[in-house]
């Protein structure tokens, strides 16, 4: 097979909702119960529209937040989550590339400040870098949570580059240093992303199908079913990789079935049910 | 929203196909499904291309040619797939030369190893060769619209290899199913330790082999850049992908449809074919920044390898599936070419 043409494997990395990333940051921001309240009114909303044009005003506030305390780690660490989910879920393609460039610096200030070897890590080789994470203990998950989704966020807004494919490994070291210290953390999300990551290639390319299902799996059985976006990744990536119609099938009308209406959930809940009806549309001409 | 324009175009395709399918095919039923395996992963460029090739075939044909892929390799391996359009399962697939080269074996021939210089030498060749290799393989039952670039592959390794001599006492890496690349090894002296190319991460890991080679897209893809630190930057073979339907399937279309199947996807393979030059160029400097040292042979000792495989000519003409006469073509292509473009002096 003419690998050159797989250049696109990245491109292909979607964004399992982050809604943490509102919470973290909301609270972070205002504090207290105010946050969480808007937190909530955000990711209760079944309006994505009304998210997409309002959210910018907090990355305003983030930025402004984080000038004045450059050294807060839960500011910075926020930041990268919210920089990560707009611009990867709501901006526009070609600003998507800045705002996550954004994210990562976010990110990487975040973890290093509450790790200090972790100033060092860039352009470290997979073997050193692997053997660094084993370092980080489970205190410090929150910035590595934060450290990886906003890399994998400028990733995926990058993923015409061959950088992207370059750098995935890294990243998936990451999040799986992060599934070993707490596999639960934000409701499953990293056996979500861990699933995502491990369909990206077929069998054939070094892909694993087989650790895929596991983490999907695992990943819905942490969100209690709650999160309809992992269900729709999964039929996108493996049953599909795998060319398994029944399961896509059954996946996706769960998704469409399913209320989108679920506290904290609502909102990713209201576009995965779009794309899962989208997927449904084209399953017959696609297995 | 926040869809990567990608994505977003695999999607565009889907819906035109979709809705050419509803326009167009309400008539009838397809006069012809062509069914097509590849190990391309849905949504990669190569899909994105075939896909769009395909739509531009179901609108141009009226809906009388439809191509339906099923891509990431969920057909099986090169000899799978074969089998499946023998027993009339599928209709074609995109293949690399060493699996379509079981049908006809000239088109192992670029991956002689060592053979070319330069890319200059490959793009010489194969403005020649390559409709030549095509229409052999057409006698041999399949219909090509073009050749796809793999690339160069270059020495991979955890220690510097700058000579033979580096390399000796070390377990280097074959292919399954590369009968050439395993006379190679042996006639420069080497253990060569055969491997599914899926088990290639695991084998440098464990210490199964120590030396591995593929071009940089293929080191990228395949992760093996998290596992090995050299690369030694020589020209060890050149890879190719190969899009072909069965014969007999395309007779079965109409002379205007085989023209529009053959004029559209030529079209999509050349434009594959010309990226893929600098998807590798830019594979290359990634790995550069992932850490991996790039590596120099000696020229003195670069000629002294090709003169050692060189010797294994002899015994690759003695075999059945080695096009001996399409092989003496290439040499006569490659030795007009080196006269007329002598290397500059140093």
Redesign the interface.
């Known amino acids: 097979m003419a690998l050159a043409s797989v250049r696109a494997i990245a491109r292909r990395l979607a964004w399992v909702a982050a809604c943490a990333a509102l919470t973290a940051g909301c609270s972070s921001l205002i504090g207290g119960k105010a946050a969480d309240t808007l937190a909530a009114a955000i990711l209760n909303q079944d309006d994505p529209e009304l998210v997409a044009s309002g959210v910018p005003a907090y990355l305003l506030l983030v930025d402004g937040l984080i000038a004045q305390s450059p050294d807060s780690a839960p500011l910075l660490s926020a930041g990268a989550q919210l920089f990560a989910l707009y611009g990867s879920r709501f901006a526009a393609p070609e600003r998507a590339v800045a705002l996550t460039a954004k994210a990562r610096r976010y990110g990487e200030r975040a973890i290093c400040l509450v790790h200090d070897a972790a100033c060092n890590w860039r352009g470290l080789d997979y073997e050193r870098f692997v053997a660094e994470l084993e370092r980080v203990d489970d205190k410090d998950i929150g910035p590595l949570y934060s450290y990886a989704i906003s890399w994998l966020s400028h990733l995926d807004a990058t993923s015409e580059d061959w950088t992207a494919v370059g750098e995935l490994p890294w990243v998936q070291a990451v999040l799986e240093r992060a599934l070993a210290l707490d596999e639960s953390y934000e409701n499953g999300a990293l056996h979500g992303y861990l699933g995502i990551l491990n369909s990206l290639r077929p069998p054939a390319l070094g892909g694993k199908p087989d650790v895929a299902r596991a983490h999907f799996e695992r990943a819905i059985e942490l969100s209690g079913g709650r999160d309809l976006s992992i269900k729709v990744e999964y039929a996108r990536r493996y049953a599909r990789l795998v060319f398994d119609q029944e399961l896509h099938d059954r996946l996706l009308t769960d998704v469409v079935d399913a209320p989108a209406e679920t506290p904290l959930f609502t909102l990713f809940n209201v576009l995965a049910k779009q794309e899962a009806e989208e997927l449904l549309a084209t399953s017959k001409e696609y297995f | ?2 869809e ?4 977003r175009l695999a ?1 565009t395709l ?1 819906r035109l ?2 809705a050419a ?1 509803l326009v167009l095919g309400m008539a009838a039923a397809h006069a012809a499904d062509i069914k097509i395996a ?9 899909m ?2 075939m896909r769009a090739g395909a739509a531009e075939v179901l609108a141009q044909t009226d809906g009388r040619v439809a191509m339906k892929f ?5 057909m099986g ?1 090169d000899a799978q797939v074969l089998r499946k359009i023998r027993i009339g399962q599928l209709q074609g697939g ?3 030369a060493g699996g379509l080269g079981e049908r006809y074996g000239a088109l192992n021939l670029y991956g002689t190893p060592l053979l070319f210089h330069s890319l200059a030498e490959v793009d010489a060749v194969r403005a020649v060769l390559d409709p030549e290799l095509a229409a052999g393989l057409e006698r041999a039952g399949f219909v090509t619209f073009g050749f ?4 160069f592959a270059n020495l991979l390794a955890n220690e510097p290899i700058r000579s033979v001599e580096d390399m000796r006492r070390k377990k280097v890496w074959v292919p399954e199913g590369d009968p050439i690349s395993f006379l190679a090894m042996e006639a420069l002296g080497l253990s060569p330790a055969v491997l599914p ?2 088990d290639v ?1 695991t084998g440098l890991q464990t210490g199964l082999i120590d030396i591995a080679f ?2 940089p ?2 080191a ?4 093996w ?3 090995v ?1 050299y690369i030694t930057d020589i020209p060890v073979s050149y ?3 190969i899009f072909a339907i069965d014969k007999n399937v395309f007779a079965t279309l109409a002379a205007e449809d085989q023209r529009i199947v053959r004029e559209v996807m030529a079209r999509h393979i050349v434009a ?1 074919d010309r ?2 030059r600098d ?2 160029r ?2 290359a ?3 550069a ?3 991996l040292q790039t590596v120099t042979v000696d020229a003195a000792d670069l000629a002294s390898w090709r003169n050692t495989l060189e010797g294994v000519w002899p015994r690759l003409r003695g075999r059945p599936d080695f096009d001996a006469a399409m092989f003496d073509r290439l040499l006569a292509l490659l030795a007009e070419y080196r006269r007329t473009h002598p290397p500059a002096t140093p």
């Not at chain 2, 590849?38 to 190569?46: E, F, I, Y």
């Not at chain 2, 796809?148 to 690339?151: Q, T």
Request: without cysteine.
């Open positions: 929203m926040g990567r324009s990608g994505a999607r889907t196909t979709a399918l590849t190990v391309a992963p849905d949504g990669s460029r190569w994105l291309e099923y891509p990431g390799g969920v391996s995109a293949f690399t796809i670039e793999g690339g190319v899926t991460l593929a071009s897209v293929a990228l893809v395949l992760q850049h998290t596992k630190k890879s190719m992908g594959l990226e893929a998807d590798n830019e594979a400097e990634v790995l920044k992932a850490g």
